[in-house]
């Protein structure tokens, strides 16, 4: 999930930005439509060529995947001039596993709104290059012509490069300076209007950008209450299922032992020796429980060290590759451990796994990513109300976002991104 924040609107017509927006827009003007002319000719290719044992289907797939990669260089050149903080363009994800879940994701990026307004920024950028050039061409034209009178003096006229006119070399200067001084007039027109245009299209307007942010808090909401109701609903049952029963039996021994104490006093020895072995049976669970509702060292060390104790308490063999510069707030790392614990119990008593891979950065963004996969059967699913629901939940309420990729047959695999300074 994506979180948008308001900004300051940056200044546009700073000479920095106007002498660059005039270079790129010269640069674009040529390159951009070289990519349009190319992208378009593979759209009616891959149409073509659709009925041609499948070929076009796989030019049409790249063709996708290439208009994607165009859209991000166009945010990426605009941020990069006018310092929007536009948020990096990613691919779509589709939370369905398997092939089908691909096939999700490649319509979700085929109608992917923001990639279609980075391919109109593009668009109207290509244009305006096209406007620059023409305007810089009679700039040189009309500098050059300021100087015909030394070097055109066995000519009655000269012309006005890019206009078609002929002008007559008594007028060369006058018309020279004034075709000069209104052509940069209009190159600085058209990079403010680059500035204007781009950010009418690829800035939300401060309206939109309240309404995601209202959206997001009310996912974020549910998400949480959710994750909440489901934790307290697995901590009841564990209760109920595991150490309650184990305490009724320690206090039903230690009645048998009271009565039998002074009439068979070995035999209450063995009671009081069983709910000893029980209460430390039941103590054990109590910790398991304890850790899974919180753990201290992910508080006092850090992450990669909670990850580490993890590790090393797993019944399954775990490959541990932990990344990270620097600590990321509470909330994020208490969701990444355990989507990582509950990951690689699952692992052990569901997918019969022989080994586990667990794979932690951080992203560009300020993101904690996470990857957790195994060589286990496969088969594993969100259900309401269940394991894999909650965690879900619990990345949902920290503002990030949850996938579960489970194959019959396996492997399975999770990937979860979370904001790093929630």
């Known amino acids: 999930m994506t979180t948008t924040t308001t900004r300051a609107a940056p200044r546009l017509f700073t000479p920095a930005h106007v002498f660059g927006a005039i270079a790129q827009l010269a640069l674009v003007g040529v390159v951009w439509a070289g990519v349009f002319t190319a992208l378009i000719a593979m759209l009616f290719s891959g149409i073509g060529l659709i009925f041609a044992v499948g070929f076009g289907l796989v030019v049409l797939v790249a063709w996708v995947y290439l208009m994607f990669a165009f859209g991000w260089a166009e945010v990426a050149r605009v941020d990069g001039l006018y310092d929007f903080g536009l948020a990096p363009r990613r691919l779509r994800r589709s939370p369905r596993p398997g092939f089908g879940g691909w096939l999700h994701s490649l319509l979700l990026q085929l109608i992917d709104g923001p990639m279609w307004r980075a391919i109109a920024s593009a668009a109207v950028s290509t244009v305006l290059g ?31 490069q890019g206009t078609g006119l002929d002008i007559p070399l008594s007028w060369a200067v006058v018309v020279g300076i004034v075709a000069a001084l209104v052509s940069i007039a209009g190159l600085v027109g058209l990079a ?30 549910v998400g949480a209450v959710r994750a909440a109701d489901l934790e307290r609903t697995r901590i009841e049952r564990d209760l109920h299922d595991g150490v309650q029963p184990r305490l009724v039996s320690v206090g039903m021994t230690l009645g048998l032992a009271q009565q039998k104490i002074d009439s068979d006093p070995d035999a209450a020895k063995q009671l009081i020796a069983e709910a000893h072995t029980s209460t430390k049976a039941a103590i054990t669970e109590l910790r398991q429980l304890a850790r899974g509702i919180h753990t201290s060292v992910l508080d006092d060390r850090g992450l990669d060290a909670a990850l580490s104790a993890l590790a090393a308490r797993s019944p399954v063999p775990v490959t541990l590759d932990v990344r990270l510069a620097q600590r990321c707030s509470q909330p994020a790392e208490a969701a990444v451990y355990f989507v990582i614990a509950e990951t690689l119990t699952n692992a052990a008593k569901h997918a019969r796994a022989a080994e586990c891979r667990v794979v932690v950065r951080q992203r560009d963004g300020g993101l904690l990513w996470a990857r957790i996969e195994d060589n286990g059967v496969g088969g594993a699913s969100i259900v309401p109300g269940g394991g894999l629901d909650g965690l879900s939940n619990r990345v949902l309420g920290v503002g990030g976002t949850f996938r579960l990729d489970s194959p019959a047959g396996g492997p399975t695999s999770v990937e979860v991104s979370v904001p790093c300074a929630f």
């Open 192 to 221: 403010a209007l680059h500035g204007l245009l781009v950010r009418a299209v690829l800035v939300p307007s401060r309206e939109a950008q309240l309404a995601e942010q209202a959206r997001t808090s009310q996912a974020q909401r």
């Open 130 to 160: 096209w406007a620059v050039l023409s305007l810089v061409a009679v700039t040189a034209s009309g500098i050059t012509m300021a100087f015909a009178p030394l070097y055109a003096v066995d000519r009655a006229t000269v012309r006005l």
